[in-house]
């Protein structure tokens, strides 16, 4: 069925509980996985009188989101290699995560994403929106929501 699936994490506890069924779906069918974590750019914004946070901080906190990103790579290479699944581990700069996401799974030429969701509804899922509908409603690929 599924031969190479794309598991994006944001490192969450809902987030890992995902990564560990979507390796044990991977293993069942004998599928390879690509790991994923977006780093969401930095844009420049002007706060106060007139101050902006420069390049130089912009890049630092960049630099230290995809440090953080690689830590849940590696990890989930951990479980992969565990569970005798070929792993390969990516860490990118997008827009946002969806997007990364998306366009992730496409360059990888993966055929299927397997994610969690948080499971925000009503007030929470308008403010802090969802990256799991917006990849549902953007992808074209099968999209697999674990809960």
């Known amino acids: ?14 987030a890992s509980k995902a990564v560990k069924a979507g390796i044990e779906l991977a293993k069942q069918l004998g599928a390879r996985v690509t790991g994923y974590y977006a780093v969401e750019a930095i844009q420049p914004r002007v706060y106060g ?14 630099q ?3 440090e953080v990103g690689q ?8 479980i992969a290699g565990a569970a ?13 995560p969806y ?3 998306i366009a992730a799974a496409k360059k990888q030429k993966c055929d299927a994403i397997f994610m969690a969701s948080h499971g925000r509804r009503g007030l929470a899922g308008v403010l802090m929106g969802s990256v799991t ?5 953007h992808s074209k690929l099968p999209v697999l929501v674990y809960r």
Do not use: C, Q, W
């Open 49 to 62: 009188e007139g101050y902006i946070i420069d390049n130089k901080t912009i890049k630092v906190f960049e």
């Open 64 to 66: 230290r989101a995809r």
């Open 84 to 96: 005798g699944v070929k792993f390969t581990g990516l860490v990118t700069l997008s827009e946002t």
């Open 1 to 14: 069925m599924f031969k190479h699936i794309l598991i994006p994490t944001d490192g969450s506890a809902v």
């Open 133 to 137: 509908h917006k990849v549902l409603t």
């Open 99 to 101: 997007e990364g996401i």
């Open 71 to 78: 830590k849940h790579i590696d990890s989930m290479a951990k």
